[in-house]
């Protein structure tokens, strides 16, 4: 029997178990590591901007909208050079930003955000559906196995969530939630919402990562747990389904806070590779190169495929000096010069490297999370 949507939120049972507790001790563990590691950067901007579109291209994945990171750094110096799918993945990168400054600038997370968000992600200003939801079916059987609310339903119970969200600024003391457990159910709780005609599993995951960054967990949006999720799809949407047939919300839990470990400890491993390279370049170009300067190390970090109107904006330099520095830099080994149309491009080839050959996910069993 699937439960209705008003009987499974806001949760009445307890949320906070000793197998959830013990999720929590190592996912909290393995973000402060990662909020640590991070700040070694002092530029966060360059962090974000590089794992931003690996976020946007696994996310992305997950619902069949498949491209290449090349295509989504080419589509970044030359937008009309790239395939649709890959224009449709580099929103997502864009979305994120815009719900970033949004909620850095009010501390919030408001329906207004959700909508700017959904709007950029798909290019259009629809918003809340106004016809039914797409209704799930058991593939063999037929039998429905779930149905969105009607639309009439959508504006309360999104006024609902986001009240809900921002409840543990009401609820200080016993019966606070610790602010991974909200995160989960606020992203279940999204997803089972369904409130609009595409885009809902790429905006619920993009409401994860703000979620962290208004909770103070993070400080810049570097945590995407899309790479977990693609690799355990299944178990994903098992997971999701269960709370709604029988509202046993541990199982999702455990889930989503093994995600939330697994996911902080590799992205950690990931920033200290960054800084290391970081600090190797910048000493690279100091010692060989008269026009070293910091916002030309921020550029090629910043920019993987960099070209000359990014160096000129960035260090206001001249078009003659910025394409001279690209090209010493090339002519030195630390760039790639290539043509793309009429103009150059140059890509930080260890930093792509870097980038396009992460290891899969390396993830212990569930049931030995406690030791992450």
Excluded: C
């Excluded at 439960?3 to 949760?11: A, D, G, K, Q, Y």
């Excluded at 290539?338 to 103009?343: D, F, I, K, V």
Aim: aromatic residues 8%; glycine residues 6%; charged residues 20%.
């Amino acid at each position: 029997m699937v439960l209705t949507i008003r009987e499974h939120f806001p949760p009445q049972e307890p949320l906070e178990t000793p197998a959830v507790l013990r999720a929590l001790v190592a996912a909290h563990r393995h973000l402060a590591e990662l909020k640590g590691v991070a700040r070694s950067i002092p530029n966060e901007r360059l962090l974000v901007s590089t794992l931003s579109l690996q976020e946007a291209q696994s996310s992305s994945e997950i619902e069949n909208i498949i491209t290449t990171q090349d295509a989504l750094y080419r589509y970044q110096v030359q937008p009309g050079s790239v395939d649709p799918a890959s224009k449709e993945v580099a929103w997502y990168a864009q979305s994120l930003e815009v719900g970033f400054q949004a909620v850095r600038a009010s501390g919030l997370l408001r329906l207004s955000t959700i909508l700017e968000v959904q709007a950029t992600l798909e290019g259009n200003d629809a918003g809340l559906r106004r016809t039914p939801g797409t209704v799930l079916k058991n593939e063999r059987t037929g039998e429905v196995v779930y149905q969105p609310p009607s639309p009439e339903q959508l504006p309360a119970l999104m006024d609902e969530l986001v009240s809900w969200i921002h409840a543990d600024a009401e609820n200080s003391g016993e019966n606070e939630l610790d602010p991974l457990v909200r995160m989960a159910v606020m992203h279940h709780q999204f997803e089972t919402i369904h409130p609009f005609y595409d885009g809902n599993g790429r905006t619920g995951r993009i409401l994860n990562i703000l979620f962290l960054v208004r909770a103070g967990l993070l400080d810049s949006p570097i945590l995407y747990l899309s790479r977990y999720i693609s690799q355990t799809k299944a178990d994903y949407y098992a997971e999701l389904q269960k709370v709604r047939d029988s509202g046993d919300w541990e199982g999702w839990l455990l889930y989503m806070l093994h995600g939330v470990a697994v996911t902080a400890r590799h992205t950690t491993a990931l920033v200290e590779q960054i800084a290391r390279l970081l600090q190797k370049q910048k000493h690279e170009i100091r010692a060989h190169y008269r026009f070293y300067s910091q916002d030309l190390i921020n550029n090629i970090f910043y920019h993987p495929y960099t070209k000359v109107a990014f160096v000129e904006y960035d260090l206001g330099v001249s078009r003659a000096t910025a394409n001279r520095y690209l090209d010493e830099l090339a002519k030195g080994g630390i760039l790639d010069k290539h043509r793309l149309g009429r103009e150059n491009y140059y890509i930080n080839r260890e930093l792509v490297q870097l980038l396009f050959n992460l290891p899969p996910l390396d993830m212990p069993p569930l049931k030995n999370q406690g030791a992450l």
